[in-house]
């Protein structure tokens, strides 16, 4: 599966931004989309993920209020809305695909997702 982030760019604190992930194959039922983001000398960390099946999401304590994961079903799109931005909001974001057979619940750990696309630069400035 090939990923690819788009949406990113410059923006001034306060603002908004929707980042945009659209897989090269269909998303099946029980797998999750997850999006990640990491900041200039810092370790990538978990920011959302959502079930295909049925729209359950889940969020980073840090983005939660801010941040909104949906999917596009028809599309095979998924997307982050991101409002209120912060300057500690900069970063590259990626999104990435949890491939299951069966459904499992959320996880926010790197490893557990199978499929990364390349980024998107997201810059907040103050």
């Known amino acids: 599966v090939q990923l690819q982030a788009s949406g990113g760019g410059l923006v001034q604190a306060g603002g908004s931004l929707r980042l945009s992930c659209a897989p090269s194959?269909?998303?099946?039922?029980?797998?999750?989309m997850g999006w990640f983001r990491q900041a200039p000398g810092q370790e990538r960390e978990f920011v959302a993920a959502?079930?295909?099946?049925?729209?359950?999401?889940m969020y980073a304590e840090s983005v939660k209020g801010r941040f909104t994961v949906s999917r596009d079903n028809p599309e095979n799109t998924v997307y982050l809305q991101m409002n209120g931005l912060k300057p500690e909001d900069t970063a590259v974001y990626y999104c990435?695909?949890?491939?299951?057979?069966?459904?499992?619940?959320?996880?926010?750990?790197?490893?557990?997702?199978?499929?990364w696309g390349q980024g998107t630069l997201v810059t907040v400035s103050s």
């Open positions: 194959e269909p998303i099946f039922s029980n797998y999750h």
């Open positions: 990435a695909v949890r491939r299951l057979q069966r459904a499992h619940p959320f996880s926010s750990l790197e490893s557990q997702y199978n499929y």
């Open positions: 959502i079930k295909w099946r049925d729209n359950n999401k």
